[in-house]
């Protein structure tokens, strides 16, 4: 069989199990099969597959068919430009992420010196390692619960040659930040979806991706409330900031605001939604 017609084929398969852009999913798993980029695929439709290649093909498309994410089967997720491991075991970054991560950049490339910076659970670690590698001079600490997922921050911290530069911490919230720390960044992507909406997430998030790193509490807050709690952990004139659902904008704003942070602002995603939230601390 050949390129072509296995793409062709493919793509019907997965569309007849309700798989979202099936033709590009099948491109993506042939070329990580063959071993090509993906746009070479189309130089080569003639090309004949191997048994082997075949056969490891139809493993993949029985999987993805069971809606087990395309990230996880290729085993990298995209993020910032750069490729990072991902697993079962934490969050595959997302576009609205890259958000953050750019506006994080712009604030730290206008601060002087070595700023501190704190991912607030960390996950793959694309918000450290990307932070890290784009701004040199920044002290960069991550932090999670999960010694599994740090494991794979640890792997893609060395992917990108900033494992040196990163310091680790296992620990849940604050608890697991050294006491009198202090930082002049924190950003964080935490856990905002309500327990009781998670059952209505697709399966390939609800079954595939890490419960802790989606479940926020009854009203999706838990980790805002905390969040907005460690105002104290920021430098004078520091910001910290976060993603968060839609639909939280107000509640999250509302949340800092009480905690006594100075400046609120909330920044939008790509697509133009409230998305980030921005707390700078006073001058006290």
Same mark, same amino acid.
């Given at each position: 069989?050949?390129? /072509?017609?296995?793409?062709?084929r493919?793509?019907?398969? /997965?569309?007849?199990?309700?798989?979202?852009?099936?033709? #590009?999913?099948?491109?993506? #798993?042939?070329?990580?099969?063959?071993?090509?980029?993906?746009?070479?695929l189309?130089?080569?439709?003639?090309?004949? #597959?191997?048994?082997?290649?075949?056969?490891?093909?139809?493993?993949?498309?029985?999987?993805?068919?069971?809606?087990?994410?395309?990230?996880?089967?290729?085993?990298?997720?995209?993020?910032?430009?750069?490729?990072?491991?991902?697993?079962?075991?934490?969050?595959?970054?997302?576009?609205?992420?890259?958000?953050?991560?750019?506006?994080?950049?712009?604030?730290?490339?206008?601060r002087?010196?070595?700023?501190?910076?704190l991912?607030?659970?960390?996950?793959?670690?694309?918000?450290?390692?990307?932070?890290?590698?784009?701004?040199?001079?920044?002290?960069v600490?991550?932090?999670?619960?999960?010694?599994?997922?740090?494991?794979?921050?640890?792997?893609?911290a060395?992917?990108?040659?900033?494992?040196?530069?990163?310091?680790?911490?296992?620990?849940?919230?604050?608890a697991?930040?050294?006491?009198?720390?202090?930082?002049?960044?924190i950003?964080?992507?935490?856990?905002?979806?309500?327990?009781?909406d #998670?059952?209505?997430?697709?399966?390939?998030?609800?079954?595939?991706?890490?419960?802790?790193? /989606?479940?926020?509490?009854?009203?999706?807050?838990?980790?805002y409330?905390?969040?907005?709690?460690?105002?104290?952990r920021?430098?004078?004139?520091?910001? /910290?900031?976060?993603?968060?659902?839609?639909?939280?904008?107000?509640?999250?704003?509302?949340?800092?605001?009480?905690?006594?942070?100075?400046?609120?602002?909330v920044?939008?995603?790509?697509?133009?939604?409230?998305?980030?939230?921005?707390?700078?601390?006073?001058?006290?």
């Amino acid at each position: 069989m050949t390129v /072509l017609e296995v793409i062709q084929r493919s793509t019907e398969f /997965l569309a007849r199990k309700g798989i979202e852009s099936p033709r #590009l999913q099948v491109e993506w #798993l042939l070329a990580h099969v063959l071993g090509l980029p993906r746009l070479q695929l189309y130089l080569n439709f003639e090309r004949r #597959l191997t048994d082997a290649e075949l056969e490891a093909l139809r493993d993949l498309l029985r999987r993805r068919a069971r809606h087990e994410p395309l990230q996880h089967l290729l085993g990298t997720a995209v993020f910032c430009g750069l490729e990072f491991t991902v697993n079962r075991q934490v969050l595959i970054p997302r576009p609205e992420t890259e958000v953050l991560a750019d506006l994080a950049l712009q604030w730290l490339k206008s601060r002087p010196g070595q700023p501190r910076v704190l991912d607030f659970g960390t996950g793959s670690g694309c918000l450290a390692v990307t932070l890290a590698r784009e701004h040199p001079a920044a002290r960069v600490r991550a932090l999670d619960v999960s010694a599994e997922a740090l494991a794979v921050a640890r792997e893609n911290a060395a992917r990108h040659g900033v494992a040196e530069r990163i310091e680790w911490l296992e620990g849940e919230g604050w608890a697991g930040v050294p006491a009198g720390s202090r930082f002049d960044l924190i950003v964080a992507n935490p856990p905002y979806i309500p327990t009781g909406d #998670l059952a209505g997430l697709p399966p390939e998030v609800r079954d595939f991706e890490p419960r802790a790193a /989606l479940d926020g509490g009854p009203d999706g807050l838990r980790f805002y409330r905390e969040l907005a709690a460690g105002r104290e952990r920021v430098e004078p004139g520091g910001r /910290l900031m976060a993603e968060f659902g839609d639909g939280q904008a107000e509640a999250v704003v509302g949340l800092f605001r009480e905690a006594g942070w100075g400046e609120v602002d909330v920044a939008p995603d790509l697509a133009g939604q409230p998305r980030i939230v921005i707390a700078t601390r006073g001058a006290s």
